[in-house]
Every structure is written in C-alpha cells, then in structure tokens.
C-alpha cells in the first residue's frame, strides 16, 4: 500500500450537430436568468438582512472564502487541503443570490490558477466531471473555454468515446460517473455546444427502473438521488427529455419526507441539507411547486440565525446538526460544504443559467445585533434591565476558519483535492487527494475516512 507520499494527482469528477432541442423543460429556464435578478435581489448589498435567507447563506460563505485565500479546502486526517470543486459549487451559489460579488470574482481567479490541477490536465490527463464543472464556472463568468491555455472545449469533447460516454484520460483508470457525464453535458451546453445524442443517450442507460439515475456507469442500477437531481439539469439543458425527467423526478418526490427533505445515497441515507437543495433545483426544473415549496421550507429550518452568531446563514447538513447548533458552534469544513452545496435549491437558478451578471459586489450579512440570548433573564423580564445599559449598536459578522499554521511559519498551501464524484458523505471511493490517488488505498478505508455534508 502507498504512503501518502507516494500518491499521485488524480481525478475524481466529436460534436455532432442536433436539430432544436429545446422542448418545454428547457423553455422553463428562458426566463428564469431575468426572473432570479427580481427574486433573489432580497435587499441591497449595505441593508443587513432582518432572517436567515439565501442572500445570507451567501454571506457566510463569502466569509470562509475571504479567510482562506478565497477558496475552500477539505481536512482528510490532520492535513488540509484545497478543494477546487467545492469552491465552484460556492461561487455558484454566491452568484445565484445576485450578492459577494467581489468575493465571487476572487475565487473564481483561484480555481482558474488551479485549472490545471483539478482537471488533470498539468499532468496530461484529464478528468472529465472536474472539466464539466470548470466549463459550467466560465460560461456562468462569460469566460471562454479556454483556461491557462488549455482548450477546455476541445479537450472534453475529445473524451467523448463511441458510445457517448465522456471517460477520464487517467494513468490510473477511467473513473468517470453519471456526475460526470451530467456536468459534462451542462458544460458545454452552457458554452453554445449541443452535445450528441449518444451523449445523452449514454445518460439515460444509467436511469433505472425506479426512474432514478444510478451514480456509477457500470454494475446493477441503484438509483442515486444527487446524481438523479444534476441528470435532470443535464437533460434539461440537452432538450428532448420530458418522459425521462418525468420519471426521473417523480423518484426523487417519491422519496421526499414529510418535512420536505430528500436524503442522500446509500451510505447517506438520512435527509440532509445537499441532497435536498440538489433535489429542489430538479423539483423546480419540472414544475413540481408542492414539491419545491416543500424542499425550500426542509432548507429553512436548517438554516442558522443568530443563535448561532459565529456561523448565521450556514446551512447545516441535517435537522439534527441544526439543532444541535449554539451560540459556540464555530465555522467547520461540513458546514462550508453543505452550505455550498445545498445553496442553489434556495434560489430560482440552476446550474444551466446562473450567471455573475448584475451582483452587487458586497455580501448580505445578517443582522444579530441586539438578539435576545436565550436564558438571558433581561431579555424576557423588563424590571431587570439596568437603565444605565447604553444601547448595542454592534452588528455580528460571521467569523471564518483560518488554516491552521506553525507559529514564526508562513502557512504553507495545500494539495488540491478532487471530491467533485464523490459520494453523499465526502471522500468516497473515487475521492482524490492531492499528491494523491486516495482509491489506492482501499475503498474501505476512504470509505470509513468520509466526512459528511459532500455529495461531489
């Protein structure tokens, strides 16, 4: 078995012309890059927020970014690492509220220094679902597909094999999943390339009888709720699909919960704050009202005000994490995944049309200034407050981990890792770390390695 040491970068996550294929599932997106710029423009970038809101959700992950050299990292045993993909997954979600837009534009300039890295492509290779997503990023920034000189486009399109299947070019094997074949097929739908139809058809070989999407492109069909939610952005995206998306989320309605959560995979099965904003988006895509009302109301009640002051507007990753939380719960690599991952269902954007334009530069904070605290006697009980208490003018900000750095040290930077196909809990089998390949180790030892609150 390879040491830490000894692993090598890795992956994780031929056009042929199509006659229209934009139907009625692709025409609910026309309007809603216009229809989000009234609806997620909840207050101005000066007015604090009065609750909990996505705007505010971004707020705190603008936070994290700011306190990390704007991007966001994962802790695998006692090392930290940059996580390039989840750091799109925040700037995604930041620019869907319409705020951080500072923020946004400086992660943005991070994941595009490591494109190299996290798609594979400094060591020639190339993994197809980090592409995908990078290529879903720049179109999002109205960037080409071009990056540090690569030519994205051209590189993803050439992984493209006979059967439709998008493949990583990997020393180590072809890892690439039904995450990746969606995100490829939204990438470069989103930068004007109709994708063939074996590529979808390669898709749909993946939905199973239930109607959901199965996450790996081989073996039995065990439908999968995230990798069901992002194939319904990429049918959408591709056109021509109603009857699959149909299927495809009447599954996911069918394993929505009473309180309007969806849980996530196998070895996640409990609701949880991704799986539900993933969900959400598809509900929304379909028209599912009853069903996207549901999911948004599941993300609300686990969305932290200023009874947890330090971490307000984080989206906690499930009901239990939620309550759990208190005036001492402090920022943490699960809350910043979750809150970035499950973002996009609180909004009326989706990974096909979200887009930078219009943000104001600044986040939306909340507003805890003179919260009552809870078993604060002055704040239920007026004959005990002092009359000579000046009045609090403080407003909280949300507070940010820090990486951790040796004392008369600069902080050194970390490895990059790749999570982007990785399962509902964090690293799974297909997590890659940094200087490493972490498959290499035994699935069963990734496996018991995962954190939750990741879902890619």
């Not at 009625?24 to 009065?50: D, I, N, R, V, W």
């Not at 049918?235 to 996911?252: C, F």
């Not at 509902?424 to 496996?447: E, F, I, K, R, T």
């Amino acid at each position: 078995m390879p040491g830490a040491d000894q692993l090598a970068t890795r992956p994780r996550e031929t056009t042929v012309p199509l006659t229209s294929r934009r139907p009625p599932f692709a025409t609910l997106l026309t309007g809603s890059a216009l229809a989000a710029a009234a609806t997620l423009a909840l207050a101005p970038a000066a007015q604090a927020a009065e609750q909990p809101s996505a705007t505010t959700s971004a707020a705190y992950l603008a936070a994290q970014l700011g306190a990390n050299d704007d991007r966001l990292s994962v802790s695998y045993g006692d090392q930290s690492y940059d996580d390039p993909g989840v750091t799109i997954d925040a700037i995604l979600a930041m620019q869907a509220t319409g705020t951080a837009g500072d923020q946004s534009q400086a992660s943005t300039d991070y994941v595009l220094g490591a494109a190299g890295t996290y798609t594979g492509s400094a060591g020639d290779e190339l993994y197809v679902g980090a592409t995908g997503k990078l290529l879903t990023l720049t179109a999002s920034r109205g960037l080409g597909g071009t990056v540090g000189g690569t030519d994205y486009l051209g590189a993803l399109q050439a992984r493209e094999q006979a059967s439709g299947q998008f493949t990583d070019d990997s020393q180590y094997g072809d890892y690439s999943n039904t995450l990746g074949q969606s995100f490829s097929i939204i990438g470069l739908e989103r930068h004007g390339v109709d994708v063939s139809d074996e590529a979808v058809d390669f898709l749909l070989t993946r939905q199973c009888a239930d109607g959901g999407f199965a996450l790996e492109n081989a073996g039995a069909c065990t439908s999968d709720p995230d990798a069901t939610s992002v194939a319904v952005q990429a049918l959408s995206g591709a056109g021509g699909q109603d009857a699959a998306i149909t299927e495809a989320v009447d599954y996911l309605q069918a394993r929505q919960g009473g309180d309007g959560g969806v849980g996530g995979g196998t070895s996640t099965s409990e609701e949880n704050s991704n799986s539900t904003g993933l969900a959400a988006v598809a509900f929304r895509l379909a028209g599912r009202t009853d069903a996207l009302t549901s999911a948004r109301g599941f993300l609300d009640s686990v969305r932290l005000g200023c009874e947890s002051p330090d971490v307000a507007g984080a989206l906690a990753y499930t009901p239990a994490d939620a309550a759990a939380a208190d005036a001492s719960t402090q920022p943490s690599d699960q809350l910043n995944r979750s809150t970035a991952q499950a973002l996009l269902g609180s909004t009326d954007v989706s990974y096909l049309d979200v887009t930078s334009d219009g943000a104001a530069a600044a986040p939306v904070a909340l507003d805890c200034a003179d919260e009552p605290t809870p078993g604060d006697p002055s704040t239920t009980d007026p004959s005990t407050t002092d009359p000579s208490d000046e009045p609090s003018t403080s407003t909280t900000t949300v507070t940010a981990t820090a990486r951790p750095t040796t004392p008369g040290q600069e902080p050194t930077r970390p490895e990059v890792v790749q999570t982007d196909d990785a399962r509902d809990g964090g690293l799974g089998a297909a997590g890659w770390v940094g200087a490493g390949l972490l498959a290499l180790v035994g699935a069963g030892a990734v496996m018991g390695s995962r954190r939750r609150g990741a879902h890619r």
